[in-house]
C-alpha cells in the first residue's frame, strides 16, 4: 500500500503503450477489417447482381421458348397442309391422266370398231353381192342391177 | 528464502512474499524517491509482450480469410471497437482512445495472469539460478501493487482532463465545474466545485484501488494456499492441491473481469469528459 515514484513510472508506460497502439497497431488491423467488410459487400451485390441476371436470362430463355414452339407449331401445320395440297394434286392429275388415257382408249375402241364395222360391212355386201351373184348367175345381169347393189349396200351403212 | 539458517514461519514466509524488490527500502507510506523494480519490470515486460503479439498480427493482417489468431485479435479488436463507439462519441478521440483501451485490456490482463504463476516459482528460479543474491524480493504482478494500478487510472484522470479541455475548451471547463450539477448560481459555487472534485477523486482512487484490491487479495489468497502445502503433511498437501485448482479456475473470471471493468470505465470515464452536464 506503499506509493512510491513508480505510479509516474507505471503512468508515462500506460500512455507509451497506448501511443504505441494507436500508431502501429490499430490502424493496419481496422484497414484489413474494413478491406474484408468491403470484399464481403462487394461479394453479396455481385451475387445478387448474378442472381438477378440469372432470373433476366431465365425469363428471356421462356421467352424464346414460347415463340420457338409457336413457330415450330406454324411449320408443321404448314407442311401438314402443303403435304395435303400435294396429295389432292397429285389425285387430281392422276385422275386427268386416267380419264385422258380411258378417253382415249374409247376412241381407239371406237375407231377400231368403226373399221371392223365398215369392213363387215364392205365383206357383208361383197358376201351378198358373191351370194346374190350365184344365185342370179345367170337371170340377173352384174351391170343390170349394180344400182341396185348400191342401194343396198347404202341401206346396210 | 528470507534467512538460510531456518526455514521461514509462516508471517515471514508472507511478509517476504508481499516485500517488494525497490530501489531502498520504503519508510513512508508516499515516498516519491523510491522506485519499485518487480512492478516495474513486469508490468513493462507484460506490455512489451502485449505490443509485440499485437504489432506481429497487425503487420500480417490481410483483408482475405484470417488466420485463427487473427480472427481472435479481430474479435477482440471488433468488441473494444464496439464499446469505444457506443461510449465515446468523438471519432477523432477514438482514434486514440479505442487503441488504448485495447492495449489496456490485453495488457491489465496478461499482468493479472501473472497472479496464476506458483507463487514460489520465481523465488525458486532465482535461487538455482543463483540471483537471489542481489534479487532478494519479488513481487510479480503488477496490479496486485498500487502504485501499477495508480499508475493507470492518473493516466485516465490526465486523459479526462485533457478531453474536458479539448472539448469544452478551458472556460466551459472550468464553467462546468462551478456550475455543474446543482446550478449556475454564486451562491452554489462552492458546492458544485467540491462535488466535481471529489467526483474526479473518486474516480481516479476507485478505479485504482478496485483492481488493486482485487489481484491483491487474490495474490494473498495464493500465498495462503501455498502455506497449506508447506505443512508439508498429506492434508495440508491434498488441500493445497484442491484450494489452488478451485482458486486459480475462479481467478481467471477475476483476471478478465477486472481487465474488462477497468478498460470498460476507462471508456466510459473519457466518453463522460465528452458530455456536458
Known amino acids: ?148 347393189l348400191a342401194q343396198l349396200q347404202q341401206e346396210l351403212r | 528464502m528470507a534467512s538460510p539458517e531456518h526455514a521461514p514461519n509462516a508471517s515471514e514466509y508472507i511478509t517476504h512474499h508481499l516485500t517488494h524488490l525497490n530501489t531502498k527500502a520504503q519508510g513512508f507510506i508516499v515516498d516519491m524517491s523510491v522506485l519499485n523494480i518487480d512492478t516495474l519490470f513486469w508490468s513493462l515486460a507484460m506490455g512489451f509482450i502485449t505490443c509485440f503479439v499485437l504489432w506481429r498480427v497487425a503487420q500480417r493482417a490481410t483483408a482475405g480469410v484470417p488466420g485463427r489468431f487473427q480472427a481472435a485479435i479481430e474479435m477482440l479488436v471488433e468488441m473494444v471497437n464496439d464499446q469505444a463507439k457506443a461510449i465515446v462519441h468523438s471519432a477523432e478521440s477514438r482514434l486514440f482512445v479505442a487503441p488504448l483501451a485495447l492495449t489496456v485490456f490485453l495488457w491489465i490482463t496478461l499482468m493479472n495472469a501473472l497472479d496464476l504463476l506458483p507463487v514460489d516459482l520465481p523465488h525458486k ?85 478496485r483492481l488493486f484490491g482485487n489481484m491483491y487479495a487474490g495474490e494473498l489468497l495464493f500465498m495462503l494456499i501455498a502455506l497449506l502445502g508447506a505443512t508439508a503433511t498429506w492434508w495440508g498437501f491434498g488441500m493445497h492441491l484442491v484450494a489452488g485448482a478451485a482458486w486459480a479456475i475462479f481467478h481467471i473470471l477475476i483476471i478478465l473481469l477486472q481487465a474488462f471493468i477497468f478498460m470498460m470505465l476507462t471508456l466510459v470515464y473519457i466518453g463522460q469528459a465528452h458530455e456536458g452536464h
Open chain 2, 125 to 209: 528460479i532465482f535461487a538455482w539460478t543463483g540471483l537471489d543474491s542481489f534479487i532478494r524480493y519479488n513481487r510479480i504482478v503488477p496490479t496486485a501493487d498500487l502504485n501499477g494500478t495508480f499508475g493507470m487510472s492518473l493516466g485516465v484522470f490526465v486523459l479526462m482532463i485533457y478531453y474536458n479541455i479539448k472539448i469544452k475548451h478551458l472556460g466551459g471547463f472550468i464553467h462546468e465545474l462551478f456550475c455543474a450539477p446543482f446550478g449556475n448560481k454564486i451562491w452554489l459555487y462552492p458546492f458544485n466545485l467540491l462535488l466535481n472534485l471529489i467526483e474526479f477523486i473518486a474516480k481516479t482512487v476507485s478505479l485504482a484501488m
Open chain 1, 1 to 148: 500500500m506503499n506509493l512510491n515514484a513508480t505510479f509516474v513510472a507505471q503512468m508515462l508506460v500506460f500512455f507509451i503503450l497506448g501511443w504505441f497502439t494507436m500508431k502501429f497497431i490499430w490502424p493496419p488491423l481496422m484497414k484489413a477489417l474494413d478491406e474484408r467488410a468491403k470484399k464481403i459487400a462487394d461479394g453479396l451485390a455481385a451475387a445478387e447482381k448474378g442472381n438477378a441476371a440469372l432470373k433476366d436470362a431465365l425469363v428471356r430463355f421462356q421467352k424464346l421458348e414460347a415463340e420457338a414452339r409457336i413457330r415450330a407449331q406454324e411449320i408443321v401445320s404448314q407442311n401438314e397442309k402443303r403435304g395435303l395440297e400435294i396429295v389432292e394434286g397429285a389425285k387430281a392429275a392422276a385422275k386427268a391422266e386416267g380419264d385422258r388415257l380411258i378417253a382415249a382408249a374409247k376412241a381407239e375402241i371406237e375407231s377400231e370398231m368403226q373399221r371392223a364395222k365398215d369392213a363387215l360391212r364392205s365383206q357383208v355386201a361383197l358376201l351378198a353381192v358373191a351370194g346374190a351373184e350365184k344365185i342370179l348367175r345367170r337371170e340377173v345381169n352384174a351391170q343390170v342391177h349394180a344400182d341396185l
